[in-house]
């Protein structure tokens, strides 16, 4: 559990500081998507804090429970984005994968 909390912790750390950070990369993505670009600094305040949530959540059981669904739901929202933008597999992939990655923390912190 403490690697895939790692992973998140990484993943989720990079990319809310890019979207906070307005680096030009998740600019062209907000253009291209369907959703106001103003959102961009806040949902990647809510990343930087599942990042640390992740990482607090390699100490605290229900803490990862926590991280855990919260980058559940992001991912499934973030997914559907992905999805209505017609966005290439390649560029889709990265929130199943991390979707998985929180049920992964989600199912060995409950058992």
């Known amino acids: 559990m403490t690697v895939a909390l790692i992973l998140l912790a990484v993943i989720f ?4 500081v890019a979207k ?3 680096a030009q990369f998740t600019r062209d993505k907000f253009a291209r998507w369907p959703i106001d670009e103003r959102l961009r600094v806040r949902i990647g305040l809510v990343e930087i804090v599942l990042a640390v949530l992740a990482l607090i959540g390699i100490a605290s059981e229900p803490v990862a429970i926590v991280a855990a669904l919260g980058v559940i739901v992001a991912m499934v929202i973030a ?11 390649a560029l889709t992939s990265g929130a199943p994968f991390a979707a998985a990655l929180g049920v992964l923390v989600l199912v060995l912190a409950i058992v």
């Open 20 to 22: 906070v950070a307005g």
């Open 13 to 16: 750390g990079a990319a809310g």
């Open 79 to 89: 997914f559907r984005i992905h999805l209505a933008a017609k966005d290439p597999i």
